[in-house]
Each structure stands twice: as structure tokens, then as C-alpha cells.
């Protein structure tokens, strides 16, 4: 129903920036969560970041807070991760979600939890080495 295809990833320096997209096809993102996850190798898959599409509300993981971002352009059906002041341990396979959301309320622990998620995108390479 939705297919997700994740871009950008490559390698940088720590300290460097870069920027993943997700463009998402099959229908239009609309009362959805898009999220993104990371997983490092010989590590459980780790939550990053989540925006609301409708309303624009984001969390972070403590860990990116103050250095990712977030966004989303509706023209397009894609949202994006910028990710600055990388860190070697940024260094994972990241993963682009959607969650399609109904009437019920959600806490927004439960949007930190990749079970949640209906649709994963393929995963893109990000490696932080100098």
C-alpha cells in the first residue's frame, strides 16, 4: 500500500552534515507518523526521531536532540533527516517508517516503539569515520 524509499546516506567526517530522504509512493501521507530509526551493527534497532504529518509535531531521542531535524514536504509525499555535528557513533543503517493513524489517542511512547509501524523503507548507509 505504501512503499518507502530511503536516500542520501554515504560517508562523512564526524562533524560533517548530511541529509536522508524518504519518499514515500502509493498513496498521499496524510493522518500518518513518519518516523526514522537506526540500527549499528551488533545493536538493537534504536528510535530517532518522529513527525505528525498533519500537525507537524516532532520528538526526538535525547541522543540527536539539538543536532537532527525533522521535516516534511507535502508536494512531494517525502520527509527528510538533516543531520548535523555527526558522531562516529551516528555511524548505522537508517530506516524510514510510516505509521497510519486513526480516531483512538496515541501516547507518544508508543511512537517510539518500530512494532508500531506498518511500513519500512529499505535502509540507507550512514558511516561517520575520519
Known amino acids: 500500500q505504501v512503499q518507502l524509499v530511503e536516500s542520501g546516506g554515504g560517508l562523512v567526517q564526524p562533524g560533517g552534515s548530511l541529509r536522508l530522504s524518504c519518499a514515500a509512493s502509493?498513496?498521499?501521507?496524510?493522518?500518518?507518523?513518519m518516523a526514522w530509526f537506526r540500527q549499528a551493527p551488533g545493536k538493537e534497532r534504536e528510535f530517532v526521531t518522529y513527525?505528525?504529518?498533519?500537525?507537524?509535531?516532532?520528538y526526538y531521542a535525547d541522543s540527536v536532540k539539538g543536532r537532527f531535524t525533522i521535516s516534511k514536504d507535502n508536494a512531494k509525499n517525502t520527509v527528510y533527516l538533516q543531520m548535523n555535528s555527526l558522531k562516529p557513533e551516528d555511524t548505522a543503517v537508517y530506516y524510514c517508517a510510516s505509521r497510519h493513524l486513526g480516531s483512538r489517542t496515541y501516547s507518544y511512547y508508543s511512537f517510539l516503539s518500530g512494532y508500531e509501524y506498518d511500513y519500512w523503507g529499505q535502509g540507507t548507509q550512514v558511516t561517520v569515520s575520519s
Open positions: 513527525i505528525k504529518w498533519n500537525s507537524g509535531s516532532t
Open positions: 502509493g498513496r498521499t501521507i496524510s493522518n500518518d507518523a
